[in-house]
Every structure is written in structure tokens, then in C-alpha cells.
């Protein structure tokens, strides 16, 4: 069966988006956590064929990554043609640019993506949607939390885990720390 991971940037004091609901404090608007964060990006992209993107960071995207350069983000043209599934109940239609592999899911999202990952295929992930997020953690969807820690501490921010969670058992699988500092750690949810 296809894992399903939820792999976040975070800054050292835990937070995945800072008080104003961006993630200026690793996407290059205050701080740029470094190219070879994005190589390491480039490689985890080839373990996945699909992206679960919720309707905010969807939209963030959607301003971005189909327009990049990828002679400047080697991220883009990865991360571009894969395909992407977006959770949403307001959004009517979804597009990505020049790429045909968007789709919406708009109703029965858990038991879709139940259903998506006992498919074959290769590992799904999740990239910032928050409330996308802890929707998957409540319902035990996750098997793999991959975060990267950032060397900044941002003081007031929003997690990816629901303040309801008491307790998530991980085990650490693997962590690499970079020459930014940035700390890499794959957990698997148990």
C-alpha cells in the first residue's frame, strides 16, 4: 500500500505558518532555507506520484510553481508534473497552468483518500494545508511525518496538529541535518 506522508517545514519553535498565515520564514520572502533544501526536494519528488494540497496553500502554489523558473527553482518542473488532488468544498474547478494533472476532491474527502492510497502507485504527500493536515492525523490516514526544521524561531504561528491531539507516537526512521541547519527528520506514525 502507498504511504501517505505530511511533510512540513517548521521553524524551531514549532510552527508551520508564522502569525500572519505565511511561510515567510523559510520560502525566500524573509529567509530562503537554501538550494540544496531544494535538491533534497527534487529527490523526494521522484518517491511520490501525487500531491494532497488543501484550498490556501492550492492557491499559493497556483501563483508560483507553474510559472517558475526552473533554470532557478529546480523544485518546478518536479513538482509541476506531478499530479496534484486538491481538497476543497468551496472551490468549484482547479487548473495548474500548462500541466492537466489537477483534480478536486469536494466530497467524501476521507474515504477518496482511503481510497487513493490503496491504489498502486508510488507515496502521496501533503505540503503545508494545515487543516488538511489534522483532518488526516484525526482519522489515522498518515503513516509518515516528514518535517524540516528551520534555524529561526518565529514566537506566534499555526500548526499542523490539531491542540486537540494529546499524544502521536512517532519513530524516527531517518534525519539529516544541512548545511544551513536546517534539520531534516522522517518519522513513521505509529
Known amino acids: 500500500m502507498r504511504k501517505l506522508i505530511v511533510q ?10 508564522d502569525r500572519d498565515k505565511t511561510t515567510s520564514f523559510f ?3 524573509k529567509m530562503h532555507v537554501g538550494k ?17 494540497l488543501g484550498k490556501n496553500t492550492y492557491e499559493m502554489f497556483l501563483e508560483f510553481w507553474p510559472n517558475a523558473d526552473p533554470n ?22 482547479v487548473s ?9 476532491i469536494n466530497q467524501n474527502i476521507i474515504d477518496s ?3 487513493l492510497k490503496s491504489k498502486p502507485g508510488k507515496n502521496i504527500v501533503v505540503w503545508g ?6 483532518s488526516l492525523f484525526k482519522a489515522k490516514l498518515v503513516d509518515e511525518l516528514h518535517v524540516l526544521v528551520c534555524p529561526v524561531a518565529i514566537g506566534k504561528g499555526y500548526h499542523f496538529i490539531s491542540e486537540e ?12 541535518t544541512f548545511t544551513s541547519s536546517v534539520v531534516s527528520s522522517v518519522y513513521q506514525v505509529i
Open 113 to 115: 483518500i482511503r481510497e
Open 36 to 52: 540544496e533544501i531544494d535538491l533534497y526536494q527534487v529527490e523526494f519528488i521522484k518517491t511520490i506520484d501525487t500531491i494532497l
Open 96 to 104: 495548474w497552468g500548462k500541466w492537466n494533472n489537477a483534480a478536486l
Open 8 to 17: 512540513e517545514f517548521l521553524s524551531a519553535d514549532g510552527f508551520a505558518a
Open 27 to 29: 520560502d525566500g520572502t
Open 129 to 134: 494545508s494545515l487543516t488538511l493536515a489534522k
Open 165 to 176: 491531539e494529546e499524544l502521536m507516537k512517532l519513530k524516527l526512521l531517518a534525519s539529516k
Open 72 to 93: 532557478e527553482e529546480p523544485v518546478a518542473d518536479p513538482l509541476n508534473s506531478t499530479n496534484k488532488l486538491v481538497v476543497s468544498t468551496s472551490l468549484k474547478e
